[in-house]
């Protein structure tokens, strides 16, 4: 087992650089999603759309460099370290898309992510997650994987029977969801490099289960950021069912552990709510200038204010 001090030095940083790909490159893909005609959900034809914009492109090209450094987070961190720290990636969107609209940044926005930042600071510090035993799929996993599945296709069904903001949310779980599964499937891929080098992870089943699952959550994700009005809400959902996620796969399926006594696990309580409320304050906030937008009537300040 990789020694504490040298999993933190490597995949505390690939993680946070990572999540910060993944930020700006979701800010350019919500913007170049609005500039093509809107396409069924899980439709890959919205892809064949995306691809025409040499700015979604570059955008792709920043995902893969964000997944290839969690994938080296992964093979030296826990996932119950690796995944809670993607939720800075809601920060990192916050400042570039104020950024590249031209505009200041949003002072209830920042905060939002902030606590969401400070949240998650408070919740590694308290239950100091560790790394179980070697990452692999057991028979244990079984339930757990059976309840992903249902929600998954619960989600499926809500985006396709109501419009609106309960569209996109849905969109977004289902995208966390699969994000989250396909991070525990990277896990066990980087474990198979590092015991038994570049080739072995395709003697196994589960490099493919990951080549079939992250481009569906990618779709997904694409269609959630065409489907909102603003960005803050999807990703923010996205970024927390994501990690969410990846905890319960750490613990179920990998052995991963934290401390839960009663005063830690009441501080990881509070750590939560602060989260939580981060998000509820982004998502409103967002609410609030979409009215704003519609009130001014304008397309480009439209465009500028969806970043934030």
């Given at each position: 087992?990789?020694?504490?001090?040298?999993?933190?030095?490597?995949?505390?940083?690939?993680?946070?650089?990572?999540?910060?790909?993944?930020?700006?490159?979701?800010?350019?893909?919500?913007?170049?999603?609005?500039?093509?005609?809107?396409?069924?959900?899980?439709?890959?034809?919205?892809?064949?759309?995306?691809?025409?914009?040499?700015?979604?492109?570059?955008?792709?090209?920043?995902?893969?460099?964000?997944?290839?450094?969690?994938?080296?987070?992964?093979?030296?961190?826990?996932?119950?370290?690796?995944?809670?720290?993607?939720?800075?990636?809601?920060?990192?969107?916050?400042?570039?898309?104020?950024?590249?609209?031209?505009?200041?940044?949003?002072?209830?926005?920042?905060?939002?992510?902030?606590?969401?930042?400070?949240?998650?600071?408070?919740?590694?510090?308290?239950?100091?997650?560790?790394?179980?035993?070697?990452?692999?799929?057991?028979?244990?996993?079984?339930?757990?994987a059976v309840l992903l599945a249902l929600v998954f296709a619960a989600?499926?069904?809500?985006?396709?029977?109501?419009?609106?903001?309960?569209?996109?949310?849905?969109?977004?779980?289902?995208?966390?969801?699969?994000?989250?599964?396909?991070?525990?499937?990277?896990?066990?891929?980087?474990?198979?490099?590092?015991?038994?080098?570049?080739?072995?992870?395709?003697?196994?089943?589960?490099?493919?289960?990951?080549?079939?699952?992250?481009?569906?959550?990618?779709?997904?994700?694409?269609?959630?950021?065409?489907?909102g009005r603003l960005i803050s809400p999807a990703l923010a959902v996205?970024?927390?069912?994501?990690?969410?996620?990846?905890?319960?796969?750490?613990?179920?399926?990998?052995?991963?552990?934290?401390?839960?006594?009663?005063?830690?696990?009441?501080?990881?309580?509070?750590?939560?709510?602060?989260?939580?409320?981060?998000?509820?304050?982004?998502?409103?906030?967002?609410?609030?200038?979409?009215?704003?937008?519609?009130?001014?009537?304008?397309?480009?300040?439209?465009?500028?204010?969806?970043?934030?």
């Amino acid at each position: 087992m990789t020694a504490p001090g040298a999993w933190l030095a490597i995949a505390v940083p690939a993680a946070v650089v990572g999540a910060a790909s993944f930020g700006l490159a979701s800010v350019v893909q919500q913007r170049a999603t609005k500039q093509v005609p809107k396409i069924d959900t899980l439709n890959p034809r919205l892809l064949v759309e995306l691809v025409r914009k040499p700015i979604w492109v570059a955008s792709v090209l920043t995902v893969i460099v964000g997944l290839s450094l969690q994938v080296v987070a992964l093979a030296f961190g826990p996932l119950l370290l690796v995944q809670p720290l993607l939720v800075t990636s809601v920060l990192f969107a916050t400042v570039c898309s104020a950024w590249l609209a031209g505009r200041h940044l949003d002072g209830i926005v920042m905060l939002g992510a902030l606590c969401c930042m400070g949240g998650l600071a408070a919740f590694l510090l308290l239950a100091r997650p560790s790394g179980g035993g070697r990452a692999m799929i057991a028979p244990q996993a079984v339930p757990l994987a059976v309840l992903l599945a249902l929600v998954f296709a619960a989600c499926l069904l809500a985006a396709t029977r109501f419009p609106g903001e309960i569209r996109v949310i849905a969109l977004a779980l289902a995208t966390g969801v699969l994000y989250g599964v396909t991070a525990a499937l990277m896990k066990v891929v980087a474990e198979q490099v590092r015991a038994g080098g570049i080739t072995e992870p395709f003697q196994h089943w589960v490099l493919y289960g990951v080549c079939v699952i992250g481009p569906c959550g990618f779709l997904l994700s694409q269609n959630a950021f065409q489907q909102g009005r603003l960005i803050s809400p999807a990703l923010a959902v996205i970024t927390t069912v994501d990690p969410l996620v990846g905890v319960a796969i750490g613990v179920n399926w990998f052995g991963e552990q934290m401390i839960i006594t009663p005063t830690v696990l009441a501080g990881e309580t509070l750590a939560g709510m602060a989260i939580i409320g981060g998000i509820t304050l982004l998502t409103y906030r967002g609410e609030h200038l979409r009215r704003e937008i519609e009130r001014e009537g304008s397309d480009d300040s439209s465009e500028g204010w969806a970043w934030g």
